[in-house]
C-alpha cells in the first residue's frame, strides 16, 4: 500500500500540521509526525494543507454545446479535487455522463436536471412535458452514488412563460423521491420574481447565484436588503455563490457582507468560456475575490470543503481526519497584485494571490505547474 507523508504544512490558523496517507485514506493528522512513508511532501513551514476543495456547481458533460467541459479541466489542475455538475444532464443523457466520468483523475458528482434533457438548450423548462418522475426516480436508482443532488434552474430564459410552475414540480420531485436529495436551484432574470422562488424554498435547499447584480436580486435600488431574502435565510436557505459568466457582482457581494448575508458555500459555476476567457478562471481566483471582500480563510475554506461536503452527503469528504478520504489540496498564499473581474465587468485589484500548488486525490497526488 503506498503512502504520502506531507510535512512541514500549515492549516488554516497558520499551526503546524504534518498528514500520513495509506492508500487511498488519510491515515494520521497532527502537528508534528512521527513516520516514514514511500513518498515525502516537505512543505517547509511555507504552504497550506486543507482537505480537498469540493466545487459544487461546475458544468462538465462533454458532449454538450452550451454549457460544457472536462472535469479534469476544471478539477485536479486548479487544486479541486471534487466538482459537482449542476444539473448539465437529465434522466435521458447522466448515465452516459457518469460512464464518461469513470476515466476522469477528478472525483465527479453530479446533480439530476429536473428536466429529463438536461441542458440540451437554454429553455429545458420551457416545455412542462420534459419533467416526468419515472425516470427521473430510475436514475436516481441506477446511478445511487453519482446523483448526489437535484438542479433546477428558474429564471426567465430556461422556464419562458411557465414562472413557477417548474419549481414546484420539483418540490413535488424532491417529496416523492425514495432517496433524500438536497435541491439546488438557479435565479436570475424574471419572471418568476426571487420572492417567488424563495418563497417555494424549504430549509437545506440551495439558492445559487445569490450575488448576481441583476433587478431581481437580493438587493433593493436603494442597496438595502430584500426582507424577504432576510426570511429566507431565517428558515434555513443556502446560499451559494455560483460566480458563473453572468452571476456574482461586487457590490452585491460588497453590501451582503456589510448586512451579514453572508454565503454558506463558494462555487464556480464553471464551463470551459468562463474558464478560458474569465471571468471566473478557476476556483483559486474566486477564493481571491472573497479575501479580497474581506473574508478570512478560515471563513472561506469551509465554503470549499467541510460545508458541500455535509450539504451533499460527502461524509468521507471536507476534512482532514483519519479514516477520511485521502483528498488534499496543498496551496500558497502570498503578497501580489492581480486585477480581478466580475461577472458585470467591475474591476479591483487584490495584494492577496493563493495558487494551488498540489492536488491529492485519493491518495494520488497530482504536481501543479506554473
Not at 458544468?59 to 479535487?81: A, F, Q
Not at 436536471?113 to 437554454?122: D, E, P, R, V
Not at 472561506?300 to 471536507?318: E, F, Q, R, V, W
Request: hydrophobic share 35%.
Amino acid at each position: 500500500m503506498d503512502s504520502i507523508y506531507i510535512k512541514n504544512g500549515l492549516d488554516v490558523n497558520n499551526e503546524p500540521i504534518e498528514i500520513l496517507i495509506e492508500g487511498n485514506k488519510i491515515k494520521a493528522v497532527g502537528p508534528k509526525l512521527d513516520v516514514t512513508a514511500d513518498e515525502e511532501i516537505d512543505l517547509r513551514g511555507e504552504s497550506y494543507i486543507s482537505a480537498g476543495w469540493i466545487d459544487d456547481h461546475t458544468h462538465c458533460y462533454e458532449k454538450l454545446s452550451l454549457y460544457y467541459d472536462d472535469p479534469d479541466k476544471d478539477g485536479y489542475p486548479t487544486g479541486v479535487t471534487t466538482v459537482i455538475d449542476a444539473g448539465s444532464t437529465g434522466a435521458d443523457n447522466i448515465g452516459d455522463f457518469y460512464e464518461i466520468t469513470r476515466a476522469k483523475k477528478t472525483n465527479v458528482y453530479a446533480m439530476i436536471n429536473i428536466s429529463k434533457t438536461g441542458i440540451l438548450a437554454q429553455d429545458e423548462l420551457g416545455d412542462m412535458s420534459r419533467l416526468q418522475f419515472d425516470p427521473f426516480q430510475k436514475a436516481i436508482n441506477d446511478y445511487p452514488d453519482f446523483i448526489i443532488g437535484m438542479k433546477a434552474r428558474i429564471s426567465k430564459s430556461v422556464v419562458v412563460g411557465n414562472g413557477i410552475k417548474p419549481l414546484i414540480e420539483a418540490k413535488k420531485f424532491q417529496n416523492k423521491l425514495n432517496k433524500d436529495l438536497p435541491l439546488m436551484v438557479h435565479v436570475g432574470s424574471n419572471p418568476p420574481e426571487l420572492s417567488e422562488v424563495m418563497a417555494v424554498l424549504d430549509k437545506g435547499d440551495i439558492l445559487t447565484h445569490c450575488y448576481n447584480g441583476k433587478a431581481n436580486g437580493i438587493l433593493n435600488p436603494d442597496d438595502t436588503i430584500k426582507d424577504f431574502v432576510i426570511a429566507g435565510l431565517k428558515k434555513g436557505i443556502i446560499f451559494d455563490i455560483g460566480h458563473g459568466t453572468d452571476s456574482f457582482n461586487f457590490h452585491t457581494a460588497q453590501i451582503a457582507k456589510k448586512e451579514n448575508i453572508l454565503p454558506q458555500s463558494l462555487s464556480t459555476d464553471i464551463y470551459h468560456t468562463n474558464r478560458e476567457d474569465g471571468p471566473v478562471y478557476d476556483m483559486a481566483t474566486c477564493i481571491e475575490k472573497m479575501l479580497y471582500l474581506g473574508y478570512t480563510l478560515p471563513e472561506i475554506l469551509p465554503m470549499i470543503t467541510s460545508t458541500p461536503a455535509k450539504n451533499y452527503k460527502l461524509n468521507t469528504k471536507g476534512r482532514l481526519e483519519a479514516g477520511l478520504d485521502a483528498d488534499i489540496t496543498i496551496f500558497d498564499v502570498k503578497k501580489g497584485t492581480k486585477e480581478l473581474t466580475d461577472s458585470n465587468g467591475n474591476k479591483r485589484t487584490t495584494d492577496t494571490l493563493v495558487k494551488p500548488i498540489c492536488s491529492i486525490i485519493g491518495g494520488h497526488a497530482y504536481s501543479i505547474g506554473e
